[in-house]
């Protein structure tokens, strides 16, 4: 036995490379040996193959057997996780289920292998992939698996009447074979389709496609079916009302069967096909006998499927044989064959199997609805997400600009209040430059008040002495001596007064608001006051002073009492220095003050200017910085308090944004050059 | 003794001299004015060993007090008279500028004669 079983495996893949490993089964004697090594070897993928061959070779003879074999193959598939190959076991399988009447059980088989072919990871990894490919491409053999799978689908519902149902799935199926070119398909296909076709009894349409199949079985050189399509061309041309041609095919489908030993189920076929053509041809004696027949075919290979038509077939011969108890019996039969093929039971179980398939094909959908709208969500998460994102960048943005704004704002806000100090302490600061000047103004004079009066008050005692004594001439002396020390004190006293009050004015903010102003005017005015206040004082005091107008100067906004009090100062500066070269040099000189206004814009901008011109004696070019100064000056202790200029320049800059120069050449006079600015800046007091 | 007083301010001659009338009717003091830097230094100048102390104020045009203490300390014979500064600058700055200088006093306005001539008695 052992030998036995060594030869045969030696032989056994010459054995599967000769067989067309897809379709063709194997014979009786073939059979024999596959199920001895079956049961010898170890080997999952061969005894898988081995299940696929003998499943083949039962199921259309022996149920429980095929059953058997498709079972183990489907859980070796399973093992191995052959995915194509549990297809295939478990289309057998609904096959072999649909084959015993189990339309619900089959209907679960075929909807497994339906996901199963559908999912292209069958493809990968297909052993053996001859079994269902002939040139070994993957794809191809699940294109053959999900082809077979939709002619078996199509098979089942035209069984159970939902021809409609049946027609889409033979088309669907056909598509496939046709796109593939799978002879065998396009054989069973058109097989199926023919039967369907005659049971609509568009029997032209039937004919055709039975042609076609009886075509593709030839060219094939496959004849296991070619029985069940003689009856079905038979049973055509019985309801074309053919009977001669009807009788040649039935004769052609019985040869088949007989022949083909392991084809009982088409045998069966047959004579139950051709027991029904009897019965309605009135032949009662014949329709009982392939009746019997068909029984008996049908009792040997244990499928009921066709049952009822058969005991149909007895009940109307002897009906027609005027047996009606025996009639009777078999109707009773036919009718518990029915119901026990397709019963309500079964029916609903059949019923739920398709609502759980729809209800999975709705969850399927749904799934697939979820899973978009699901991407759909992300999607839209993610847009909104990047919406946030770009929103919030957008509102660090404005938050960062308004901070930066807040920043800018107190940035400038600071800026503002220190300028403020600035102005503030600067006018400190010139406050402090002046209290060491006051002091050395206030105190001179008051050096001589203080002491001087003091001096009269020992004179005045030595006054008293000397009039006791009755020494006039002494007396007198004294008197003249307090006199003259009285008038000292009053002028150094008059002296700290003004010195107080030019402080006063320079440090006194000025509360004078600008108006449009016709500096012309103001000139002429200061320059009249100028000249003839000094004349006042100084009596030989003379000098030439000249006024040149623009005529067309416009009015400039400005505080005419402080620009008057600038002019003032200019003029009076101006005559005074006339005045100290006259003095030095009387001959050959003409003391000279010239006033001028003019259209002289500042640079990038309109403006005026007055310029103050005298032939005095210049500016050393060594104090020229220096007489802007406060305190600073030139003249004759007594005579100037050095807060002219510096005023000016006040006035000038702060108050008007305007600029004032001095121009100045030793032995050849000054000019004081003061522009303002037509359109004045906003002005801080 | 002989004074050299400096000022620009001209009535201090006449204040001088009344304040120190009796002084001066005694032939205890003798007092020269200048109302530079510049007169003081010419007279110095012509009229060597003739000055034994000098008052000076600080604040002057031209050359200023504390100019004309650095050329008498700096420049002039040995020994260098006594100087005191007389100024309406009472503030430290002058002052320490002054004692660096060599001032060998330092007083300020208005003047307090009666402190001035306490300070000159100790010196004759």
Request: proline share 3%.
């Amino acid at each position: 036995m052992k030998y036995l079983l060594k030869i045969v495996l030696l032989l056994f893949p010459s054995f599967l490379m000769a067989q067309n490993a897809i379709f063709d089964e194997p014979t009786k004697k073939q059979a024999d040996s596959l199920l001895v090594v079956f049961h010898a070897t170890q080997n999952d993928t061969i005894r898988m193959e081995i299940c696929k061959q003998l499943g083949m070779y039962y199921d259309e003879a022996n149920q429980d057997s095929a059953i058997f074999f498709r079972q183990y193959e489907l859980k070796i598939a399973r093992q191995l996780n052959q995915k194509l190959w549990e297809a295939h076991a478990s289309m057998e399988l609904g096959y072999s289920m649909w084959n015993t009447g189990n339309y619900a059980q089959s209907l679960h088989y075929y909807l497994q292998t339906v996901n199963l072919a559908q999912d292209k990871e069958s493809e990968k990894n297909i052993w053996n992939i001859t079994a269902f490919s002939k040139s070994k491409n993957p794809r191809l053999a699940r294109q053959y698996m999900l082809s077979s799978i939709y002619d078996l689908l199509g098979l089942l519902y035209h069984s159970t009447g939902n021809d409609e149902k049946a027609r889409s799935f033979y088309f669907k199926s056909l598509k496939i074979a046709e796109e593939v070119n799978d002879p065998h398909m396009l054989f069973l296909v058109n097989m199926d389709l023919g039967d369907l076709y005659s049971s609509l009894d568009r029997l032209d349409s039937a004919l055709i496609f039975e042609q076609h199949a009886l075509t593709f079985a030839n060219s094939l050189g496959y004849s296991k079916y070619n029985g069940i399509i003689y009856i079905s061309i038979a049973e055509t041309y019985v309801k074309k009302g053919n009977p001669d041609s009807a009788q040649v095919y039935f004769n052609h489908a019985i040869r088949e069967g007989k022949r083909n030993e392991n084809n009982l189920m088409a045998l069966a076929n047959v004579y139950s096909s051709m027991a029904q053509t009897y019965n309605r041809w009135k032949m009662p004696d014949s329709v009982l006998a392939y009746a019997e027949m068909a029984l008996k075919t049908v009792n040997r290979m244990h499928s009921i499927r066709i049952l009822p038509w058969i005991y149909s077939s007895f009940s109307s011969a002897y009906k027609m044989k005027g047996k009606t108890d025996s009639a009777f019996i078999y109707l009773e039969l036919s009718v518990n064959a029915k119901d026990s093929l397709a019963n309500a039971d079964k029916i609903k179980q059949f019923q739920n199997i398709e609502f759980d398939q729809e209800f999975h094909q709705q969850e399927l959908e749904k799934e697939k609805i979820l899973y978009q709208s699901k991407i759909r969500t992300n999607a839209l998460m993610g847009g909104l997400f990047t919406l946030l994102v770009i929103a919030f960048l957008l509102y660090r943005n404005s938050k960062q600009k308004q901070k930066a704004k807040r920043k800018i704002e107190l940035a400038y806000d600071q800026l503002k209040a220190t300028q403020a100090q600035l102005i503030h302490s600067e006018k400190m600061a010139s406050l402090g430059e002046l209290t060491a000047g006051i002091a050395h103004e206030i105190q001179n004079p008051l050096n001589f008040v203080n002491n001087f009066s003091e001096v009269n008050i020992e004179l005045a005692g030595d006054l008293l002495e000397e009039i006791k004594n009755g020494n006039l001439k002494e007396a007198d002396d004294l008197v003249k001596d307090i006199i003259h020390n009285e008038e000292k004190i009053n002028q150094h006293g008059r002296r700290a007064d003004a010195i107080v009050k030019s402080m006063l004015q320079h440090s006194r903010s000025s509360t004078g608001t600008k108006e449009p102003t016709d500096l012309n005017t103001l000139a002429d005015e200061y320059l009249r006051l100028a000249y003839h206040g000094l004349r006042a004082k100084d009596k030989s005091f003379n000098a030439d002073f000249k006024l040149e107008v623009d005529e067309s100067l416009p009015k400039v906004n400005v505080v005419a009492q402080d620009i008057g009090r600038v002019l003032l100062n200019l003029i009076n500066n101006a005559f005074f220095a006339v005045s100290v070269k006259t003095k030095k040099n009387p001959e050959n000189y003409k003391p000279q003050v010239i006033v001028t206004t003019s259209n002289s814009p500042l640079e990038g901008g309109r403006g005026v200017s007055i310029r103050v011109k005298d032939n005095g004696p210049g500016i050393p070019t060594e104090i020229k910085d220096k007489i802007f100064q406060p305190f600073f000056t030139t003249k004759p202790t007594g005579q100037g308090t050095g807060l002219g200029l510096s005023m000016s320049y006040d006035i000038i800059i702060k108050g008007h944004g305007g600029e004032i120069t001095v121009e100045s050449q030793a032995g050849e006079g000054t000019e004081f050059i003061v522009t303002l600015p037509l359109s004045l800046p906003n002005q801080q007091s | 003794m002989n004074i050299l007083v400096v000022d620009d301010e001209k009535d201090i001659q006449p204040l001088f001299l009344q304040r120190f009338r009796k002084e001066i009717r005694n032939g205890e003091l003798s007092f020269e004015f200048a109302y530079s830097g510049e007169d003081a230094l010419n007279y110095l100048n012509g009229n060597l060993h003739e000055a034994v102390l000098i008052l000076s104020d600080i604040n002057m045009p031209g050359m200023s007090g504390l100019d004309l203490l650095d050329r008498i300390k700096q420049k002039h014979e040995v020994p260098p008279p006594f100087v005191m500064m007389i100024t309406a600058y009472g503030d430290e700055e002058n002052h320490k500028r002054a004692m660096a200088l060599g001032a060998d006093d330092f007083l300020t306005k208005p003047v307090d004669f009666n402190q001035l001539k306490e300070k000159i008695k100790t010196l004759i």
